[in-house]
């Protein structure tokens, strides 16, 4: 509204303006006395199911399964988290420093938290906690642990040492100091992963793992109750929770084995839908293919990208992938959008090596477009004029997976030049021959342990990488694998990370197939629920609640 009036108002235009403004002012006033609608609370009390397969282990340092790290993460909790969005928030710690070289980090603890056995968190029991990773005995360390390492003394405790960790220091009951030898630019992160999360101290002094399995001990939003003889998981409301308690009065993990019966019928839906029909469950992740059934039924169906790559891994030290223009000729042959077209609901397309949702990713497609003739001329300037002379690639394949997905990929390999030899394999023949080295090619899937493309390209591209199945070395691709630790979050790193898209690119240890697309369903009564790229896992149950009374009432007649 302006407040110049001009010269031709005169007196009355004056007065009949300034009668409109109090007009509207009135009007104004009466609409803000109107009262605006309240949300009425979430709905307090019930049982929410949740379809998954067996978490064999409840141990955070050895959780390395989905279906475990999404018990872990209700059970304990660490110095940060992860929400939906993937974005890093406090979770025991209020607040953190970092010096300015990046070494040291100095965490204040949220004050009167308790672990789910009435004893007092304090800086103490997160460094043993943060030590008791470093320290586990797996047959093959995890990223996480791997990154504790960047501790400075960690690698002594790492390899056997008793000796207590320099660089973990409990200043005092609510600071706890971090020095780590090396910037980590991911290390925040790491303190967000389920096998950093602190565990009770009441329950490591009974005996270690054993107790942690018999009766985890936390501070989560979730206590654990027991085990059901079907392996399934029962969780109950923790009241002494340090936040807002969580709306549901207990949260079980089923197996789908407990509900497939009367399922193996021919006419019958999948397991997954089916449990959702009969009221066994409240939530699940539906198979591919069918999310229109689900919706269909009147179910809620959320599809998301998950941080995956689906791919085909090359042994760069097996003739004649020995050559990178091989490898590259194999590249171009691989027509990617025909195995979209296969399930475009669970299929995402790849531009690069890093998937969509994960920093670092560049916008623009670095990957070549797939061409035929191309790929026949690489082969001809490697002195294998139409294939002539190239001794077959035996490629190993899942034996679960679908022909419909990998046939495709066969057929292009031999337009383009090469003869293939397909092996269906269990997944332990498969991985142990990728390992050793005893097939040209192999087709597997990669998920990131946390939101960070170093989680994704270090363990597969580093020459020391421990999922380095390709035997690839590159002094180019170490070096800027390691000055995108060391950097800083931001611009500068993500440009490190494209350079690696367009070498790996070139390179062509691995052929990127696609991302995956997880679809997840519940029932309508099921509120709260916000799942992202993190799937499952990084679900807040606490916030969850249901509108229909609560599952007990729902679940009538079916346990």
């Not at 993460?73 to 025991?92: H, K, M, S, V």
């Not at 409990?170 to 910037?183: G, K, V």
């Not at 034996?399 to 383009?416: F, K, T, V």
């Not at 490190?496 to 369903?521: G, Q, W």
Request: glycine letters at 10%; a negative charge.
């Amino acid at each position: 509204m302006h407040s110049h009036s001009g010269p031709s108002w005169g007196r009355a235009g004056t007065s009949i303006a300034r009668a409109a403004i109090l007009l509207l002012f009135l009007a104004c006033a009466r609409e803000e006395k109107r009262p605006a609608p309240v949300e009425p609370p979430p709905r307090q009390g019930g049982e929410l199911r949740v379809l998954s397969e067996v978490a064999q282990d409840l141990d955070p340092v050895r959780s390395d399964e989905v279906y475990e790290a999404v018990v872990v993460r209700q059970i304990y909790e660490g110095l940060l988290t992860l929400d939906a969005g993937l974005q890093l928030r406090p979770a025991l710690a209020t607040s953190w420093t970092i010096s300015p070289d990046g070494r040291t980090y100095s965490f204040s603890l949220r004050p009167g938290v308790r672990f789910h056995d009435g004893s007092i968190l304090d800086a103490a029991s997160v460094a043993s906690s943060l030590e008791r990773c470093i320290a586990a005995h797996r047959e093959e360390p995890s990223f996480a642990s791997m990154c504790l390492c960047s501790i400075k003394g960690a690698e002594g405790r790492a390899a056997g040492r008793s000796s207590p960790v320099e660089g973990l220091r409990a200043l005092n009951e609510r600071t706890l100091e971090i020095e780590l030898s090396e910037p980590l630019s991911l290390f925040l992160k790491v303190l967000a992963m389920e096998q950093t999360a602190v565990t009770g101290p009441g329950g490591i002094g009974r005996g270690g793992k054993a107790s942690l399995e018999e009766q985890p001990i936390g501070t989560g939003p979730f206590r654990f109750v027991r085990r059901r003889d079907d392996g399934g998981i029962v969780l109950g409301r923790f009241d002494d929770y340090w936040g807002e308690r969580a709306n549901l009065d207990s949260l079980v993990f089923l197996p789908s084995r407990s509900v497939a019966a009367g399922d193996e019928a021919e006419a019958s839906p999948p397991i997954e839908i089916g449990a959702l029909v009969r009221g066994d469950a409240d939530y699940v992740e539906l198979p591919s293919g069918t999310s229109a059934l689900a919706r269909s039924l009147g179910f809620v169906v959320h599809r998301t990208p998950e941080l995956s790559v689906s791919f085909m891994g090359l042994r760069c030290d097996r003739p004649p992938l020995d050559d990178p223009a091989v490898r590259r000729a194999a590249l171009l042959a691989i027509h990617r959008e025909k195995l979209v077209a296969v399930d475009p609901e669970g299929m995402v397309p790849v531009n690069g090596f890093l998937p969509p949702g994960m920093p670092g990713r560049t916008p623009g497609n670095t990957m070549p477009h797939p061409d035929t003739e191309a790929a026949r001329a690489l082969l001809r300037d490697a002195g294998y004029p139409d294939g002539r002379g190239l001794p077959p690639l035996k490629v190993a394949v899942s034996e679960g997976s679908s022909p419909r997905l990998y046939e495709p990929i066969l057929a292009d390999l031999e337009a383009g030049g090469f003869t293939v030899k397909t092996l269906a394999l269990s997944w332990r023949q498969l991985d142990s021959l990728a390992s050793a080295g005893a097939v040209h090619a192999f087709m597997m899937s990669w998920v990131a342990d946390l939101p960070d493309p170093d989680a994704f390209l270090y363990p597969l591209f580093h020459s020391t990488g421990q999922s380095n199945l390709f035997a690839y070395r590159s002094e180019r691709v170490d070096s800027l694998l390691e000055e995108g630790r060391r950097l800083p979050l931001g611009p500068a790193r993500n440009q490190v990370y494209a350079r690696l898209s367009e070498i790996l690119a070139a390179d062509a240890p691995m052929i990127p197939l696609y991302h995956n697309s997880l679809a997840h369903a519940w029932r309508s009564a099921v509120r709260g629920i916000d799942v992202g790229p993190g799937g499952v896992s990084l679900i807040c149950f606490r916030e969850v609640h249901l509108d229909d009374g609560g599952s007990d009432a729902a679940h009538a007649g079916t346990r």
